[in-house]
């Protein structure tokens, strides 16, 4: 994570913007009220489905689950068709 204060950034910015988007860098403004976090919208929204997931019961366990199995026993064939 980058560390900058309120003025560095602004003068930075396009190069920051830049930096998350390219690199997947995540930015942290400091101000004399707070702090911000900049990061790509690509990131944004991968944050958001994981927060709606992880909101769900039994996702992570099914995710693990289909992890841990092995490759051949998956079918060929898709189970709707």
Do not use: H
């Amino acid at each position: 994570m980058i560390n900058l204060n309120i003025s560095n950034a602004r003068q930075e910015l396009y190069k920051l913007a830049s930096s998350c988007i390219k690199y997947n860098d995540v930015i942290n403004i400091s101000t004399k009220d707070g702090n911000v976090i900049m990061l790509s919208e690509d990131d944004y929204r991968s944050l958001i489905e994981s927060l709606y997931l992880a909101g769900i019961p039994g996702v992570y366990e099914d995710i693990e689950k289909a992890v841990n199995t092995p490759t051949n026993e998956f079918s060929k064939e898709a189970p709707w068709k």
